[in-house]
């Protein structure tokens, strides 16, 4: 948009500008500068307008994106402007994910060169590289509290592996997803050490306190994210002499985006990242980026200004690059992640679907699709050029993130059905063969969370140790039931490393004194590659979870219905136990799959007579996709075996 003010600013920037950059190749440059500077600037003056320092703050944003945009590799530009033609081309169905640790999965960033074919022959084509850069040896919470965010791990490699692993991908058609923690740093963080020295300057980078008084105030409002291992939200600072916050671990010094150099550091650091070659984003823990007094300091207004600006400023230098929000919070509040008032995403392109992978966490314990109906039916609806990130397991703990009038209308009461879901994954529900181990127990709240590898939750390990065949089915079919869901829902499904061979809980973090007081790592093991090996021998459980997860995300790259372009729809079915969706390729409507699954343990009806209205079992059947078998219609109706989905087509 053309508005003055703004305008006449941007052509002074440009002015100052001028000398430095005129050598270089700049107008697509200078026409994205022009589309997003009215925006850029709206933005910042909402945020930062106040300030005496504005117009010199703004002059350093500028130059900041300019600056990268001449380091970028003309490569890198081709592929924005392709990406910028076929605008829509993260929506197809062609993406498969995969997060990983690059040194538990293999041996550092060359050894996962060496490790690419294992995933191509799963069909992954999105590879997310857990957390990367320079961390503390022993505080480090899985990469989350950088020391360095512009030096990779040593222990992992040097910077110059990921601008070759991202060239390999690149031939590969294989997209890279990288972190960047933007809500905190580690307090061995550069910044963090000069503040702590006394320099005014940076302790403005982040919330640092004389004494308890303010502290204090936000308590009151501040729930706690890890109350066992790192209760409150204020960490006291010996050699500072000061309180300064930190919401996730005391060693992670939460950023104070009130302050315009942090936000201008961090877009610099986005950029130097998408300049190495990242397709893909994940900005870690947005829902905190805005801290007020008096709130929980969760999805404030300005954590979205904050991302829109983000946004906004990477399209002007890479636009080509994705951003994934990871904010695990109430299902109302996520979507808004892709942003507000808009058609396409303003914030992030990808969010995280929380409550999608709660829901079925759902179902898989109570063995019916009551709550996951009702919670797929309220999920906000998703912009048109926004996707999910839908997932079964990831490095984290299960929070039970469903809303609680969802659980209300499905006859539950919300706080008893929360303990239930622990106690069952826990495995103190009578009858109950998961092995999940309870996260950031709250006696406060009575919230709990739930760690734990997906076999181990679904109930493999027990079954195997038990030696039960009949339960070593089930928990196999669980561990496909729920990518059955992922891979069709619409979204990018993103697989855990482990998952694809039933990977079981490790103990082997307790033998590690940095990890062992947290059981996340309990589902964070080293791959075992002997296991690996196992999925090309018919009849291990390997075998059975690998080649039927190959074949479903082969058969889903080739499903033009799977693509996500707002095309599903829930049908209401009266069979509490199924979930039953269809999707529709927005080309070709006679292009139809209807998903059907089963949550319970014995086999369900499905009455087909209300789906013929939508066009399906007009004849005498349907054929399922992933078994390739006819499914005939009797007594006007389709049985669905336990535990089990189809996707179905004429
Ligand atoms: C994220 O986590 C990361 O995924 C965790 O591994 C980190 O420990 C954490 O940030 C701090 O960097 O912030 O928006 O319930 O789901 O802490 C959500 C625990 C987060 C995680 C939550 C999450």
Redesign the pocket.
């Known amino acids: 948009m053309y508005e003055q003010v703004s305008h006449s600013m941007l052509n002074e920037i440009l002015a100052e500008l001028k000398a430095e950059v005129e050598s270089h190749q700049l107008r697509h440059f200078y026409t994205r500068l022009g589309a997003n500077f009215y925006a850029i600037h709206s933005l910042f003056r909402l945020l930062y307008g106040d300030r005496p320092d504005f117009k010199e703050q703004m002059v350093s944003l500028v130059e900041t994106l300019a600056a990268r945009y001449i380091e970028r590799e003309p490569s890198l530009r081709k592929s924005d402007l392709a990406r910028e033609k076929d605008y829509n081309w993260f929506l197809s169905q062609k993406w498969v994910g995969m997060a990983l640790y690059c040194d538990r999965f293999a041996d550092g960033l060359k050894g996962l060169r060496s490790r690419l074919p294992y995933l191509q022959d799963l069909g992954i084509n999105m590879l997310h590289i857990m957390p990367i850069l320079d961390c503390p040896p022993g505080n480090s ?2 990469g ?1 509290a950088v020391r360095d965010f512009r030096r990779v791990n040593s222990r992992y490699g040097a910077t110059e592996d990921i601008v070759e692993l991202a060239a390999t991908l690149r031939k590969r058609d294989i997209l890279l997803v990288l972190d960047v ?1 933007v809500n ?1 740093t580690s307090n061995e963080h550069e910044w963090a050490q000069k503040a702590r020295k006394g320099e005014k300057k940076y302790q403005d980078y982040y919330y640092v306190f004389d004494n308890r008084d303010i502290p204090d105030i936000y308590e009151e409002t501040m729930p706690e ?1 890890f109350p066992v291992n790192s209760p409150g939200n204020f960490t006291w600072d010996e050699e500072m002499g000061k309180w300064v916050m930190t919401v ?1 671990n005391s060693y ?1 010094w939460d950023l104070n985006y009130h302050n315009p150099a942090v936000l201008i550091e961090m877009i610099d650091i986005i950029l130097f990242w998408a300049n190495k070659g990242a397709d893909i984003l994940r900005l ?2 947005v ?2 980026l805005w801290k007020k007094i008096g709130s929980t300091c969760q999805n404030e207004r300005e954590a979205h200004l904050l991302l829109q600006l983000l946004k906004d400023c990477c399209q002007v230098t890479a636009p080509g690059v994705l951003f994934i929000a ?3 919070v109430a299902p109302g509040e996520i979507a808004k992640y892709f942003g507000e008032d808009a058609i396409n995403a303003k914030e992030c392109e990808i969010a995280y679907n929380a409550t999608f992978m709660s829901l079925l966490w759902d179902a898989v314990a109570t063995k019916n699709a009551l709550l996951l109906n009702r919670g797929v039916r309220s999920l906000p609806d998703k912009l048109e050029r926004a996707t999910w990130l839908n997932y079964v397991r990831c ?3 299960i ?1 039970l993130g469903f809303s609680d009038d969802d659980a209300r209308l499905s006859g539950y009461d919300p706080f008893r059905h929360r303990r239930f879901l622990v106690d069952y994954f826990t495995g103190k529900f009578p009858g109950s063969p998961a092995r999940g181990l309870p996260f ?1 127990d709250n006696p406060k709240t009575g919230d709990t ?1 739930i760690s734990g590898s997906l076999a181990s939750l679904v109930g493999l390990e027990t079954a195997l140790e038990r030696n039960d065949k009949e339960a070593i089915d089930a928990a196999i079919k669980t561990i496909l039931l729920m990518h059955g869901m992922i891979l069709s829902f619409g979204g990018i499904p993103l697989l855990y490393y482990g998952d694809a061979i039933g990977t079981l809980n490790s103990a082997a973090y307790l033998e590690d004194q940095t990890k062992r007081h947290d059981n996340r790592w309990v589902h964070r093991s080293h791959f075992d590659w002997v296991k690996a090996e196992k999925r090309h021998q018919p009849g291990t459980v390997e075998h059975r979870i690998f080649s039927a997860l190959k074949r479903m995300i082969a058969l889903r790259k080739e499903t033009t219905a799977f693509a996500d372009f707002d095309n599903r729809q829930l049908l209401a079915v009266d069979n509490p136990n199924l979930l039953v969706f269809f999707r529709s390729d927005q080309q070709n409507c006679r292009n139809k799959i209807l998903v059907a699954a089963n949550f319970n343990i014995e086999p369900q009806s499905l009455h087909v007579g209300a789906l013929r209205s939508y066009g399906f079992f007009l004849q005498d059947g349907m054929k399922d996709l992933c078994s390739c078998t006819h499914i005939p219609v009797g007594n006007d109706a389709i049985v669905i075996p336990p535990l089990s989905f189809y996707w179905l087509a004429d």
């Open positions: 919470d899985g989350y923690v905190h994210i996730f992670q870690d823990a829902a905190f990871e904010a695990i490095h984290d703990d929070g950031g969370r």
